[in-house]
């Protein structure tokens, strides 16, 4: 196994990696709005933090050496459904390949955002 990690990222908030190699498959954490530069969130509106979450998503994929075409799998936390289309919109441009995925709405997430992403993506050809 290998641990990724890159600065185009926000740095784990917890005992935790911000992802790892095994085999021929990448494991990512949940990817919060965070911007990485500063640490602080972005702006309060689903638009703007899912956005965040895709850049987030982004560096990690590429500090893996793959890109979003490559992702085999999703899992998507909301902390509220009335977001769900505009969560859509925006996750349809990054995952043009339409990877397997699980959505669902949770209490609260870390920080009180109002999305994370986590992401499974095969290494091979």
Same mark, same amino acid.
């Given at each position: 196994?290998?641990?990724?990690?890159?600065?185009?990222?926000? %740095? +784990?908030?917890?005992? *935790?990696?911000?992802?790892?190699?095994? $085999?021929? !498959?990448?494991?990512?954490? #949940?990817?919060? =709005?965070?911007?990485?530069?500063?640490?602080?969130?972005?702006?309060?509106?689903?638009?703007?933090?899912?956005?965040?979450?895709?850049?987030?998503?982004?560096?990690?994929?590429? %500090? +893996?050496?793959?890109? *979003?075409?490559?992702?085999?799998?999703? $899992?998507? !936390?909301?902390?509220?459904? #009335?977001?769900? =289309?505009?969560?859509?919109?925006?996750?349809?441009?990054?995952?043009?390949?339409?990877?397997?995925?699980?959505?669902?709405?949770?209490?609260?997430?870390?920080?009180?955002?109002?999305?994370?992403?986590?992401?499974?993506?095969?290494?091979?050809?």
């Amino acid at each position: 196994m290998k641990t990724i990690s890159t600065e185009k990222a926000p %740095a +784990a908030i917890g005992p *935790y990696s911000q992802g790892i190699i095994a $085999g021929d !498959f990448f494991f990512a954490s #949940g990817q919060i =709005a965070i911007i990485p530069e500063t640490g602080e969130l972005a702006e309060d509106n689903i638009v703007a933090q899912t956005e965040q979450v895709m850049k987030n998503i982004g560096a990690l994929l590429e %500090a +893996a050496g793959v890109s *979003y075409d490559k992702v085999v799998k999703t $899992g998507c !936390f909301l902390a509220d459904m #009335g977001d769900f =289309a505009t969560f859509n919109e925006i996750y349809a441009k990054y995952f043009t390949a339409k990877p397997a995925r699980s959505c669902v709405a949770v209490k609260t997430l870390p920080k009180n955002v109002l999305c994370e992403v986590e992401v499974i993506a095969y290494l091979g050809e």
